[in-house]
């Protein structure tokens, strides 16, 4: 079993900024994929970014320009910076270890992002 622990979520003011962080309590053979999905109220679960062990990276439409995911494959941790926040980006954000093109297979327990003035 893996943990994913989640840090950085708060409450920001439209145009901010928040720096997302999540720990991998260990790697996982076959694993090789890190990434973000987030739940707003009432929506369904949708994809934020995810990256490679080897720095591919892939983000929704609606966040492109605006966030920035990265990675430290030595400490298994990822990140992501979110810039220019929207009030539509307010959900909480999941954290996602899973194989590179299929679903993940671990979640973490979320962390909270509101963007209201």
């Known amino acids: 079993q893996v943990q994913l622990v989640e840090s950085g979520g708060g409450l920001v003011q439209p145009g901010g900024s928040l720096r997302l962080s999540c720990a991998a309590s260990r790697s996982i053979l076959g694993i090789n994929t890190m990434g973000w999905y987030r739940q707003a109220p009432g929506k369904e679960r949708e994809l934020v970014a995810t990256?490679?062990?080897?720095?591919?990276?892939n983000y929704a439409d609606s966040v492109k320009g605006r966030f920035t995911i990265s990675g430290d494959n030595a400490k298994n941790t990822v990140y992501l910076q979110m810039n220019s926040l929207k009030p539509e980006d307010t959900a909480v954000y999941y954290c996602?270890?899973?194989?590179?093109?299929?679903?993940?297979?671990?979640w973490g327990q979320g962390t909270q992002v509101t963007v209201s003035s």
């Open positions: 990256i490679s062990s080897r720095s591919t990276t």
């Open positions: 996602t270890m899973a194989t590179w093109g299929r679903d993940p297979a671990y």
